[in-house]
């Protein structure tokens, strides 16, 4: 769409959007023109002061919704973040927690702290469960909230393709959460197993079955496969059976969106780490403690770590038409939802088919980055009367870690693998991190694991519920 007819297109809904929050402000105190916060509020309301400013709400504060908060400029517009969560959190290194390697503290950052100097500026701590796009109004958990413009950032959440039996039983690795729950589990089967007569059950407890072959899976394969080297041995002398690693992929390769080369080097180094590795193959059901495959071959096993794919988060209100492959909602070029005027989506959650990318941008935290920084650049210049700009990814690579000293990356054609791969992955995913105190953390839990081969993290904090294990 050419930025002209945009900003045509845009203008009478600046003004109409205008009408709209100074309905929502009048009729609460026609006769005084003032507005408390008390008069304004319904029972069902958050509480939050309009103010002149056109009030921007952010549904979700991943790697878009901060960026947006850090651009959009607050002297122009209220910006409103929600999340489920009190927290940002870091998911590349979730694997790390999950395996021992990282506290979680170390890669999460409250948003509290991370904006508490930004002005005309609130959180809030809620679900949002439903979009009124008539009334410019969303429905959380805590009470409805109007907006002049709506991002919605929520992200993915796993995908179990409808199979009842392995979302029951599965391990999934997407939230911090998440993470330590399935580090308890890993940890209470080798506690488990040392006493375990039946040797039978012992097996199963020490079979670690991964599904899914993109960089997740095999980063978190690579994890516990060193796990299971230097730790296991140390920790429990008196473990009769051996711990197996299993990485399932339905495909024919590892890492499908990388190179060729990648998959290659990241097969090989696993495969010297041990790891079994069943390409082509799917996971059709979870059976009597024991994972089935679509050959009918069958796995034992109290620890099915399910990172095969992502579906986007479902907010009602935004009708099935307007969604597209994985239930990514449909943007165009400025990431405005197809058809509406106000609501914008970034990152994960949407869809934005564009030269080059026919079926939408990798679901990558560079295009969640960029996104939000593009549109937050676009609300900016929207204030000042100037066109939007269309958004355009720029490419900077792919990189996935294997273990230590091993890692592959693809920078456009050129492919590096090993040690150099691996120490700038190590650089790029430092500085990434947010607040100096958690750069700090990992690098010096980096440096002793490196040094010592030894994870400090192997706590058993709680004993995760029935039906959040396999136990
Ligand atoms: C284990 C793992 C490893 C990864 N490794 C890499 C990597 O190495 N490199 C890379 O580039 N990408 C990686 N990714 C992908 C990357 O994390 C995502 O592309 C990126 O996080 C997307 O950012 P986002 O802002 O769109 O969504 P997210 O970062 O997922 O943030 C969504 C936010 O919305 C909130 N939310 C969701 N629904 C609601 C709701 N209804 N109400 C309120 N809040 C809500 C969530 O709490 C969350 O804070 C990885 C992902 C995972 C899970």
Redesign the pocket.
């Known amino acids: 769409m050419p930025g002209d007819t945009f900003v045509g297109k845009f203008v009478p809904l600046v003004h109409k959007m205008e009408k709209v929050g100074k309905n929502v402000v009048f009729s609460f105190d026609k006769q005084t023109g003032t507005i408390t916060q008390k008069q304004m509020r319904t029972s069902m309301d958050i509480r939050i002061p309009r103010t002149e400013k056109k009030r921007v709400v952010i549904?979700?504060?991943?790697?878009?919704?901060i960026k947006l908060v850090n651009k959009i400029d607050s002297r122009r517009y209220q910006i409103v973040l929600?999340?489920?969560?009190n927290y940002?959190?870091f998911?590349?290194l979730?694997?790390q927690v999950a395996s021992g390697g990282l506290e979680p503290g170390s890669i999460c950052f409250p948003f509290r702290k991370l904006f508490h100097r930004e002005k005309d500026f609130y959180f809030r701590m809620?679900?949002?469960?439903k979009i009124v796009p008539e009334e410019n109004r969303i429905v959380?958990s805590i009470g409805d909230l109007d907006y002049d413009y709506l991002i919605l950032?929520?992200?993915?959440t796993t995908n179990y393709y409808g199979n009842r039996a392995i979302e029951e039983h599965a391990l999934p690795?997407?939230e911090v959460r998440e993470a330590l729950t399935l580090r308890t589990s890993l940890l209470l089967n080798l506690e488990n197993a040392l006493d375990d007569e039946d040797k039978q059950e012992r097996r199963s407890l020490l079979n670690v079955v991964i599904v899914g072959g993109g960089?997740?899976g095999v980063?978190i394969a690579g994890a516990i496969a060193e796990m299971k080297r230097f730790i296991v041995p140390k920790d429990y002398p008196d473990l009769e059976t051996r711990m197996h690693v299993y990485l399932i992929e339905g495909t024919d390769r590892l890492l499908g969106v990388m190179s060729e080369s990648a998959s290659r080097h990241a097969k090989k180094y696993l495969e010297d780490m041990r790891v079994r590795i069943l390409l082509g193959k799917l996971v059709t059901d979870f059976r009597d403690g024991a994972v089935v495959l679509n050959d009918g071959q069958t796995i034992s096993t109290q620890a099915l770590i399910w990172?095969s794919g992502?579906t986007a988060?479902r907010?009602e209100g935004i009708p099935k038409e307007k969604t597209g492959r994985g239930g990514r909602i449909l943007v165009d070029a400025y990431n405005r939802l197809v058809g509406s005027e106000n609501i914008f989506v970034?990152?994960?959650?949407c869809l934005q088919v564009q030269p080059g990318y026919p079926n939408g941008h990798p679901?990558?935290?560079?295009?969640?980055i960029q996104q939000?920084r593009c549109l937050a650049h676009n609300l900016n210049r929207i204030a000042q009367g100037k066109t939007p700009r269309e958004f355009h990814y720029k490419d900077y690579g792919t990189?996935?870690t294997v273990g230590r000293n091993k890692a592959v990356a693809d920078f456009g054609k050129v492919h590096v693998h090993g040690f150099f791969a691996w120490a700038m992955w190590l650089v790029i995913h430092l500085r990434s991190i947010l607040g100096v105190r958690n750069k700090l953390a990992v690098l010096l839990d980096w440096m002793w694991n490196y040094l010592t081969y030894d994870h400090s993290s192997r706590f058993i904090f709680f004993r995760p519920k029935k039906d959040e294990t396999m136990g």
Do not use: C, S, W
């Not at 970034?346 to 959650?349: N, R, S």
């Open positions: 549904v979700g504060g991943g790697f878009a919704g929600i999340d489920r969560n940002h959190q998911p590349p979730l694997y809620a679900d949002v469960q959380t950032a929520g992200g993915t690795m997407k960089a997740t980063e990172v992502v988060v907010f970034v990152g994960d959650l679901q990558v935290a560079q295009v969640a939000g990189m996935a």
